[in-house]
């Protein structure tokens, strides 16, 4: 702890959050837990809430914080001192843009652009004085990751927002998003950055990367770190800590894809909390064309071999115990025998959920229903494998295994429906399945193209979870 938290400072049960036992249990978080409070600490609850105050009343904040199992309760209409806060915005022509995003954030905000090395330096240099932000020029060609930290260099304040030039932001957004840091221990807080397509007759995929954007991480806010429900947040928007940026030396230059991902994984390692929330909206451009939506779900696969490199199997694109992968595989096959295996797994999985319950609870009933619930997410691990991890070994081998055919087909059916859920309002299924099997087979190319390039299997490569599911397992990772 760097800093107890303030007083004033609330924090809430997340929504996902199970209250049992008379609210003396709670169970939820990622990695699943639960929590049994005492006597003393139920005293600082008031309708799920927990208002610091005292000694006590900030250590049960704090502990629900740290296991992800509460959300803060930012005041009403505040927004954050517009002093504290400077604003880097990254940029290589997109003059357009730029000028769209600093008519949302100036005169409130002071705006740092760093120019790329653009090819048209003076149009974007115009828009900058236009609007009074300040410009810092580049003559060679960096990144993002190292256009930001230029521009992180000339930052005095003490947080650093760093928002792409194709993004959409309101300056009382991020006004209102520093108030996280209220919590001296957050080291980064990031929006939902929300995809943006042409108002008039957008064509099909760019609805889909509108409503499905991988920049769009869902609607409930939560901490974020590797392994957790929220892994990781796109740099298109982030407010950070600048001691904590720059204690960690900044974006990794070397990176020019999956830069943002090693950030918020160092700051975590280095102690720092890191948090998202959705309640908070950017919006992102959607792509205009099919070959560049295509070509950037691509460069997002290919970084995951450097960062693979970097942060070992914490990039794996799944995480099991042995319980719940034979059972998810059994689920897929289909055979005779599947019934049985699912059946062995999820008496398994309930008996070891129902020892770790704390005592007082009605154990039984919801260790079955935690141990349904880890195997639903394991199918959908194993789905993803199929269709978008591993599709290049799939698509060979389909040909010669009608059962492969058939888990297949059932992959495909669970993975669309319940993906498509969210956003059944917003598209088509028709629309949206075409558009998430595109967006599996380019990422997964993107994922073995890395891997070749850098000689190493790893990202590939599931993590097996030597420890007994759910409520210390990692059955909620997003693969």
């Not at 997340?14 to 049992?20: A, E, F, N, T």
């Not at 930290?149 to 928002?163: E, I, Q, S």
Request: net charge positive; proline share 6%.
């Amino acid at each position: 702890m760097k800093a107890g938290l303030p007083d004033g400072f609330r924090v809430r049960l997340r929504d996902d959050v199970r209250v049992v036992d008379s609210g003396r249990v709670v169970v939820g978080g990622a990695p699943m837990r639960a929590l049994r409070f005492s006597a003393e600490a139920m005293k600082v609850f008031c309708c799920g809430i927990v208002e610091v105050r005292d000694g006590a009343s900030q250590l049960v904040a704090d502990r629900l914080l740290a296991t992800d199992l509460g959300v803060p309760l930012l005041p009403d209409g505040a927004v954050s001192d517009s002093s504290e806060l400077t604003v880097v915005i990254p940029a290589r022509d997109r003059a357009g843009e730029l000028d769209r995003l600093l008519g949302g954030l100036r005169p409130e905000l002071r705006c740092l652009v760093v120019d790329d090395a653009s090819t048209d330096p003076s149009a974007l240099a115009s828009v900058v004085a236009r609007h009074g932000a300040q410009l810092v020029a580049l003559h060679e060609n960096l990144g993002p990751a190292g256009a930001r930290n230029a521009g992180l260099a000339h930052v005095d304040t003490p947080l650093v927002a760093f928002v792409d030039s194709d993004v959409t932001a309101d300056a009382r957004v991020l006004r209102r998003l520093a108030l996280h840091f209220a919590d001296p221990d957050l080291g980064l807080v990031a929006p939902l950055v929300k995809g943006q397509s042409r108002p008039v007759d957008p064509p099909w995929f760019e609805r889909y990367d509108a409503v499905a954007s991988s920049l769009d991480l869902g609607g409930k806010p939560s901490g974020v770190r590797p392994g957790g429900a929220v892994a990781w947040v796109p740099s298109a928007c982030i407010i950070a800590r600048t001691m904590a940026v720059a204690e960690i030396g900044g974006f990794d230059e070397t990176m020019r894809i999956g830069e943002d991902v090693d950030l918020v994984w160092r700051l975590v390692q280095r102690g720092w909390r890191a948090r998202y929330d959705p309640d908070q909206v950017v919006e992102h451009q959607a792509r205009s064309s099919l070959r560049s939506w295509l070509a950037r779900k691509f460069d997002y696969g290919t970084g995951g071999a450097p960062l693979a490199a970097r942060h070992g199997d914490l990039v794996a694109p799944a995480a099991f115990t042995i319980t719940y992968a034979a059972a998810a595989l059994a689920v897929l096959a289909q055979r005779r025998w599947s019934p049985a295996v699912v059946a062995a797994a999820l008496a398994h999985a309930t008996w070891v959920v129902h020892r770790k319950l704390p005592a007082g609870c009605d154990r039984g009933r919801l260790a079955v229903r935690l141990a349904v619930e880890g195997l639903g997410w394991a199918v959908r691990q194993e789905s993803g494998l199929m269709l978008r991890h591993w599709w290049p070994l799939t698509a060979a081998a389909l040909p010669f295994s009608r059962r492969l055919r058939r888990a297949v087909a059932v992959a495909v059916v669970v993975d669309t429906l319940v993906s498509h859920g969210r956003h059944r309002r917003e598209i088509g299924l028709g629309s949206y399945a075409a558009g998430r099997r595109l967006d599996d087979l380019a990422y997964g190319a993107g994922l073995w193209a890395g891997a070749v390039r850098g000689r190493s299997t790893r990202v590939l490569l599931p993590r097996m979870v030597h420890r007994d599911p759910p409520l210390k397992g990692d059955t909620r990772r997003e693969g």
